[in-house]
């Protein structure tokens, strides 16, 4: 069965870092594009990052670009999301997504996703 289990949220205060890490099980991990999303109260479901399952590609949305990166460790199972600079607008449940077939920023390219981990940013 696909597990992914998201992992590195917190509290942490404007201009902070936080380093989002999640570890996929139960599917061959290297043939699938993964991705961050982040949803925030009353918000819609927002793309944040996405990388290509040989770890040459990536996409990043525009209010990230410069502060979040997306990469991964194939050996490990794990896609990251190192988040530098962060604002209070960057709180949201995070959630990593994965699917086989082309990376990129939009949701259906998506079959399956963590529970989500929650991240903070405040004062």
């Known amino acids: 069965q696909l597990h992914l289990i998201e992992s590195g949220g917190g509290l942490v205060q404007p201009g902070g870092s936080l380093r989002l890490s999640c570890v996929g099980s139960?599917?061959?991990?290297?043939?699938?594009?993964m991705a961050w999303f982040r949803q925030a109260p009353g918000k819609e479901q927002e793309a944040v990052s996405a990388?290509?399952?040989?770890?040459?590609?990536?996409t990043t949305a525009e209010p990230v670009q410069g502060r979040f990166t997306i990469s991964r460790d194939n050996a490990e199972n794990t896609v990251y999301l190192q988040m530098d600079n962060l604002r209070p607008e960057d709180t949201a449940t995070y959630y990593c997504?994965?699917?086989?077939?082309?990376?990129?920023?939009?949701?259906?390219?998506?079959?399956?996703w963590g529970q989500g981990t929650q991240v903070t940013v405040s004062s």
């Open positions: 139960g599917f061959g991990f290297d043939q699938y594009s």
């Open positions: 997504a994965a699917g086989l077939g082309s990376y990129g920023l939009i949701a259906r390219y998506y079959d399956h």
């Open positions: 990388i290509s399952s040989n770890e040459r590609y990536t």
